[in-house]
């Protein structure tokens, strides 16, 4: 079983129940048929850049307000192998197709990298469409996340 699909569980059970430590995830991993040491569930939660708070493991949120720290993000690079699966280029457009209900974070990572190419982005499932001025522009941010997925 590869590390996507359990990170893609771990993420589903998260969007869906309150998750308290290390453990309880490891036992809901195990129901669906994913059986991890408790070193892996860590490395995991540390890759996908999920925060502990009272409650238990969450996603990051947005900061409340524009003087708030940012929460901890993963790395751009390891969301874009985790769940990218295809970037194409339709004119000044860059259309990057990910794993089923994965697009939002990888628009997210692509937001936080502020490339000067990047005029927006608007994500949905398994779309994220990246504005670009041109499409020279939209060349040089296609190239640039294949360089990503490469590294």
Do not use: C
């Not at 994913?34 to 999920?50: M, P, Y």
């Not at 089923?100 to 990047?118: K, Q, T």
């Not at 060349?139 to 640039?144: E, I, L, M, Q, T």
């Amino acid at each position: 079983m590869d590390h996507l699909y359990r990170r893609n569980q771990i993420l589903e059970i998260l969007r869906s129940e309150a998750v308290r430590t290390q453990e309880a995830l490891r036992k809901k991993l195990a129901r669906r048929g994913i059986v991890v040491t408790q070193a892996t569930v860590s490395r995991d939660i540390e890759e996908l850049g999920l925060v502990k708070r009272r409650s238990g493991y969450r996603l990051p949120d947005a900061p409340p307000d524009a003087n708030a720290p940012a929460p901890p993000q993963p790395a751009a690079t390891i969301i874009l192998k985790e769940f990218v699966r295809e970037v194409l280029q339709a004119a000044a457009l860059v259309v990057v197709k990910t794993s089923p209900g994965n697009a939002h974070s990888v628009g997210v990572a692509l937001d936080a990298g502020r490339w000067e190419e990047v005029v927006g982005t608007v994500a949905g499932d398994d779309t994220v469409f990246i504005a670009t001025p041109s499409p020279r522009h939209a060349a040089s941010v296609r190239k640039k996340i294949l360089a990503e997925l490469a590294a």
